[in-house]
């Protein structure tokens, strides 16, 4: 058997090199045969969803751990809370209504909205013409929905309420960020245009970073971050658990990017996987180093948060087009995404915008930089790329920026100032997550 193999594969590279267009006629009828049936195509197509889901989700906890990790001490308990119930909060308005207008059923459209509450089959149904589970389809795109509200999170850390920003995050998951979704994913508007974002690189995280860009401009710096024209370092309280986060992120990331595949039940399903995997990786070690080097030249010393980040922006570039570049392009696109956070940190802090963890630069930032850089794989594409990040940069920021007013002219978005000082675990949970230390 395996003499039989090395002389079809020495066939099939003979076929190759002799004729380029048959070879790939040959390869294209050659994954074609070995296509799975419609009920077993069913079967994996529903597994790269369920297992991409759950890497998703398993995001969240990145996105604790990482936000944990960079905000001080007295701002620990307050910020896993908060992550753990905009999770929970995106998944009930994802099914109660978000799915329903990310996805209305409609083509070219604006805005629209099928019924809902979303329903799932019923026990022992299946539809084997879709292609995949229904159910598992919605949990996919749910995980996506929460991964927005966790960039808002970080960003306007130690100085926002836990009411209003729950009811934020209820509008952004149930309303702001389905509609964005439902002019790409949805067959919208953007889709006809011809915009392109393989994974999310403008509709999930340029989403989540415009709402965030917002959220910090209307509530403000915290107490004491720029005074007098300097600014102070609020250092984070647990750094090797801003890392793990981080890692926990880009394993998840696998299953972002990896499973928009949408399809493994074919030969030349799984081997686009496998590339994705690979292009996805390579972007964010590139994102690493470059923001290591970076730091050292600017600073004389590498700096460990920029790292963390400059793998995230590598992430994060990478996401709009994750398969057609090669493992080379795909290292520079993630390069340049390591080295926004270099840049954009410092000028965010100049302009008074207090962004936490650098969810800003690595999330809006980086996101259009990846949604610009499709382009280079598609260059028929470009006009579009850029239409589609303006208008989800003008509707999210006027959407958010009205939620965020009404917020703060009702209920009120920060807490006292005696509160924000003494450290918003104790005000907002009565839980300090580090009890046993002593703050000096």
Not at 143 to 169: D, H, L, N, Q, Y
Not at 252 to 275: C, E, I, P, R
Not at 394 to 403: A, E, L
Request: glycine fraction near 12%; proline fraction near 3%.
């Amino acid at each position: 058997m395996s003499k039989l193999k090395t002389i079809s594969a020495l066939g099939l590279t003979a076929l190759c090199l002799a004729e380029p267009a048959l070879a790939q006629q040959g390869s294209e009828e050659a994954a074609e045969a070995v296509a799975v049936s419609g009920g077993t195509a069913y079967i994996f197509n529903t597994l790269l969803f369920l297992i991409g889901g759950f890497l998703v989700m398993w995001m969240a906890a990145g996105f604790a751990m990482l936000e944990a990790g960079l905000v001080r001490a007295k701002n620990t308990s307050v910020q896993c809370l908060k992550n753990i119930g905009l999770y929970s909060i995106a998944g009930l308005m994802f099914w109660v209504i978000g799915y329903s207008i990310a996805y209305p059923g409609f083509e070219g459209g604006f805005f629209g909205i099928a019924s809902f509450p979303y329903f799932m089959q019923g026990v022992g149904e299946a539809d084997v013409a879709t292609g995949y589970s229904v159910a598992s389809d919605w949990f996919f795109q749910m995980v996506f929905c929460a991964t927005t509200a966790s960039i808002v999170s970080g960003t306007v850390a130690e100085r926002v309420k836990i009411v209003p920003f729950f009811i934020f995050v209820t509008v952004l998951t149930g309303i702001i960020y389905p509609v964005i979704v439902s002019w790409e994913w949805g067959a919208g508007w953007l889709d006809a245009m011809g915009f392109s974002d393989f994974a999310g690189s403008t509709l999930v995280h340029s989403t989540g970073g415009w709402a965030a860009l917002m959220g910090a401009i209307i509530i403000g710096p915290r107490i004491g971050r720029y005074v007098d024209g300097r600014v102070t370092v609020f250092a984070g309280a647990n750094i090797p658990l801003a890392t793990l986060g981080t890692f926990i992120l880009w394993l998840g990331w696998f299953g972002f990017n990896g499973a928009s595949q949408l399809a493994m039940g074919t030969v030349g399903d799984v081997s686009d996987v496998s590339k994705i995997f690979v292009n996805t990786n390579m972007a964010a070690a590139a994102g690493v180093v470059v923001a290591i080097i970076a730091t050292q030249l600017r600073y004389g010393k590498a700096d460990v948060t920029m790292a963390l980040n400059g793998a995230l922006a590598g992430l994060v570039a990478i996401t709009a087009e994750p398969l057609a570049p090669s493992v080379g392009m795909s290292i520079i696109i993630g390069g340049i995404g390591g080295i926004l956070p270099v840049i954009f940190v410092p000028i965010l802090d100049k302009l008074k915008i207090d962004d936490v963890v650098g969810a800003i630069p690595v999330h809006l930032i980086a996101g259009i930089w990846g949604t610009l850089a499709v382009a280079i794989s598609f260059p028929e594409v470009l006009v579009a790329q850029i239409i589609g990040i303006v208008a989800t940069g003008v509707f999210v920021c006027i959407t958010s920026g009205i939620v965020w007013f009404v917020l703060k002219a009702t209920v009120g978005v920060r807490p006292t100032e005696e509160a924000e000082l003494a450290g918003l675990d104790v005000s907002e949970t009565g839980i300090e997550s580090y009890p046993e230390f002593v703050r000096t």
